[in-house]
């Protein structure tokens, strides 16, 4: 699941931004979608009951980042939500958790193997977080801005003695 957030018309956080080098900015950026995130997160794993751990990271395994090219880029910045195991890496099964399965049969013998019914957690939890994302994002980025540069001034002013 994705979703496309562009912050255009904002000219107070595209100024701010640009007082940041690309590394400061999208940092920030990284940090307020990471923060704005969390709750979407916590909810879905709340949901899950258990079954999976749900995280907020930039990492992707290979087949994810093959469908995610678009996301990537010198001046983007890309956080996902999504289940994760205990170790960190992407947890293999849980679309068919999320969005069921069909009745399964074994090819050469016919026998019933079971199906599993949908449970969604993901989309539900993004559902609720949404229409509230955009404005929460644009005040953490705010927020982030403004403390980056307060570290910027004061690392200058220490360089400066």
Same mark, same amino acid.
């Given at each position: 699941?994705?979703?496309?957030?562009?912050?255009? /018309?904002?000219?107070?956080?595209?100024?701010? #931004?640009? &007082?940041?080098?690309?590394?400061?900015?999208?940092?920030? !950026?990284?940090?307020?979608?990471?923060?704005?995130?969390? $709750?979407?997160?916590?909810?879905?794993?709340?949901?899950?009951? !258990?079954?999976?751990?749900?995280? +907020?990271?930039?990492?992707?395994?290979?087949? &994810?980042? =093959? @469908?995610? @090219? /678009?996301? &990537? !880029?010198?001046?983007? +910045?890309?956080? *996902? +939500?999504?289940? +994760?195991?205990?170790?960190?890496?992407?947890? $293999?099964?849980?679309? #068919?958790?999320?969005?069921?399965?069909?009745?399964? *049969?074994?090819?050469?013998?016919?026998?019933?193997?079971?199906?599993? $019914?949908?449970? $969604?957690? #993901? =989309?539900?939890?993004?559902?609720?977080?949404?229409? /509230?994302?955009?404005?929460?994002?644009?005040?953490?980025? =705010?927020?982030?801005?403004?403390?980056? #540069?307060? @570290?910027? =001034?004061?690392?200058?002013?220490?360089? !400066?003695?």
């Amino acid at each position: 699941m994705g979703a496309k957030l562009r912050i255009e /018309g904002s000219g107070d956080i595209e100024r701010a #931004l640009v &007082q940041l080098t690309r590394g400061q900015s999208k940092a920030s !950026g990284r940090r307020a979608l990471k923060k704005v995130l969390k $709750p979407v997160a916590a909810t879905a794993e709340g949901m899950a009951g !258990g079954k999976f751990k749900v995280a +907020v990271t930039s990492k992707l395994d290979k087949g &994810q980042k =093959r @469908r995610a @090219r /678009g996301d &990537q !880029g010198r001046n983007r +910045v890309a956080m *996902y +939500v999504g289940p +994760v195991q205990a170790d960190g890496s992407h947890s $293999p099964h849980a679309h #068919l958790y999320e969005d069921g399965t069909a009745p399964r *049969y074994q090819h050469s013998t016919g026998k019933f193997t079971g199906e599993m $019914p949908a449970n $969604p957690f #993901l =989309r539900p939890a993004w559902d609720l977080y949404a229409p /509230g994302m955009l404005e929460a994002l644009g005040l953490e980025i =705010r927020k982030d801005i403004e403390k980056t #540069l307060e @570290r910027a =001034r004061r690392k200058a002013l220490r360089a !400066g003695k």
